[in-house]
């Protein structure tokens, strides 16, 4: 086999499984629906093989599932998975917040920057992006990559709640003003009440996405 070849591979996948994962998030492959491989490799101008091995690790984060004899279908939207995946999250980005030290002081006009950003926003795409830019920035201080890596493969999992979410301008202002009062928290030296305001942040966007989807 050329090595050159091969070296491309990897790329490859990986551009595939962002390709795919963003489709996903945004719809265009409806919850529960077959994937025809076929078509579907045609269209992104790639082998079956690349496509399945990129399907295969969309699997393992969450976003597809297989069945032997009926190939891949997009995993179905649950209220039992955000019911299960929120705490997490909440538990671990208060970690990472009150482990971040006072390095953190130094993210306050970033952290009003981005979410007035946010609050101008009128584009899923832009609201999800600025949201998870917040939230990065927010805990950039924090020194446990481990506890950065868990944070960040989480979130991934959970962009498609994430983009539902972000369609909805109500939501988004609550989210808005959350921000601004962890922000307000933090210029007072108050973490606890940061890491509160933080958590009930999660919370309310667990509560409203469950609504969404009719699991309240």
Not at 30 to 41: H, T
Not at 55 to 70: D, N, P, W, Y
Not at 152 to 159: G, I, K, P, V
């Amino acid at each position: 086999m050329n090595p050159r070849l091969e070296s491309k591979a990897a790329p490859l996948r990986g551009d595939l499984c962002r390709i795919i994962r963003e489709r996903i998030v945004r719809g265009d492959f409806a919850p529960g629906a077959r994937i025809k491989e076929v078509p579907l490799a045609a269209d992104l101008d790639t082998s079956r093989t690349p496509l399945r091995e990129a399907l295969i690790t969309l699997e393992q984060e969450g976003f597809v599932r297989s069945e032997l004899a009926h190939g891949f279908t997009v995993e179905p939207l649950s209220g039992r998975e955000i019911r299960e995946t929120y705490p997490i999250l909440w538990t671990l980005e208060t970690l990472a917040l009150r482990t971040s030290g006072s390095a953190i002081y130094s993210l306050l006009d970033d952290l009003s920057r981005i979410n007035a950003e946010l609050a101008r926003s009128q584009v899923s795409e832009d609201r999800l992006r600025l949201d998870t830019q917040w939230h990065e920035t927010l805990l950039s201080r924090c020194p446990n990559r481990r506890l950065q890596s868990m944070i960040s493969a989480l979130r991934t999992a959970m962009r498609r709640y994430e983009y539902l979410f972000m369609d909805d301008t109500g939501p988004i202002e609550v989210s808005v003003q959350q921000h601004q009062q962890i922000i307000a928290a933090l210029a007072e030296r108050n973490i606890e009440s940061a890491v509160q305001i933080l958590m009930e942040n999660w919370r309310v966007g667990m509560e409203l996405l469950l609504v969404r989807l009719g699991e309240p």
